[in-house]
């Protein structure tokens, strides 16, 4: 038997720099976008001293990735996904984590192929400069080139 072993922060130290990542991994996303997101993600933590985010891949189903180094975002990724775009089961599965603080904020990234979202917690979205949300969001919007 074959276990993997995944690190789970101590909730009491990193809480208030801990975020999670919805990223959309479906056939729509082209593969440049999705190494400038990852990109963008590991930049963003590594200058925020976020030693790990918590990584959810989202086509039509939700991968969890568990929690992940800025650095390994910014290296070489195996992309699990490249099928339909349904992100709400990735975002239900880290709102209702037991290892994921109860007020980490969201980050969803997405071509903006996808249907409207249900958010309980803070959260954000980082698209496309060409594209939008066919919904009008509640969190912020942070464009992409």
Request: glycine letters at 8%; aromatic letters at 8%; charged letters at 25%.
């Amino acid at each position: 038997m074959v276990r993997s072993s995944r690190y789970v922060p101590d909730s009491n130290a990193e809480e208030g720099r801990t975020f999670g990542v919805i990223l959309d991994t479906s056939g729509s996303m082209e593969r440049e976008l999705l190494g400038k997101a990852l990109g963008a993600i590991a930049s963003y933590s590594i200058s925020h001293d976020v030693p790990f985010v918590r990584v959810v891949f989202c086509d039509a189903v939700a991968y969890d990735q568990g929690y992940l180094a800025p650095e390994a975002l910014a290296e070489r990724v195996k992309v699990k996904g490249r099928g339909g775009t349904v992100l709400q089961p990735g975002i239900d599965l880290l709102e209702r984590a037991e290892d994921f603080p109860k007020n980490g904020p969201l980050l969803i990234i997405t071509d903006g192929y996808c249907d409207k979202l249900h958010i309980l917690r803070e959260h954000a979205f980082l698209i496309p400069v060409h594209r939008q949300l066919p919904f009008v969001p509640k969190g912020k919007v942070f464009r992409i080139k």
